[in-house]
């Protein structure tokens, strides 16, 4: 007799990394998850930015024009997967006429060129969060991390995606499903 066991899915929700993950690429990350199947699982680390680009350099690099209507957004690493590449995550106000994933009710992902130039005319959507790189996970990788105490699983808000500074982000991350940071163990165990 064959098993069939139920997947969960953790598309639209955050990953908080455990102490002791063991991978010093994503300690102490927030991951939103924008997609989760069957075929694997893909996010965007949204609390850790690169301190050393400028949203209006990468605009400079890809010679989109900026002017004085441009934010000046933070440009984080997304994860260790095609770390050139980037992603929009951002609310739900702006649909890319070439193509935007709609996560969930409040949050949407661009990955074309012309949210950036819509971005950078001011034009873009009300609430940003720019990302190099991905964090990806093959069939039930991430199922197997959370099984073995490398994450833990939350809601996603507007607030502590958009609004949070990034130092804080893990913290409250944690607070949404009401665990003390100081309380964490890395080690996983039986009762």
């Known amino acids: 007799m064959q098993s069939s066991a139920q997947t969960v899915d953790f598309t639209g929700q955050v990953l908080i990394a455990m102490p002791g993950m063991g991978d010093p690429r994503f300690e102490r990350s927030v991951i939103y998850m924008v997609s989760h199947s069957d075929k694997g699982a893909m996010g965007l680390i ?11 350099d990468l605009l400079q690099q890809m010679s989109i024009e900026t002017g004085a209507q441009t934010p000046e957004i933070p440009v984080h690493f997304g994860g260790p997967v095609e770390h050139g590449r980037g992603f929009v995550l951002h609310s739900r106000d702006y649909v890319s006429d070439i193509s935007t994933l709609e996560v969930d009710g409040e949050f949407g992902m661009t990955a074309t060129q012309d949210i950036l130039e819509d971005i950078a005319r001011g034009e873009g959507p009300a609430s940003v969060m720019m990302a190099l790189g991905y964090a990806g996970w093959a069939p039930g990788q991430l199922e197997q991390e959370i099984g073995h105490n490398g994450w833990l699983t939350s809601v996603a808000t507007p607030e502590l995606i958009f609004a949070q500074s990034p130092e804080d982000q893990w913290q409250e991350a944690l607070k949404l499903i009401g665990v003390d940071a100081l309380a964490l163990s890395g080690m996983a165990g039986r009762a």
């Open 46 to 56: 949204v609390n850790k930015p690169n301190m050393k680009l400028r949203f209006t």
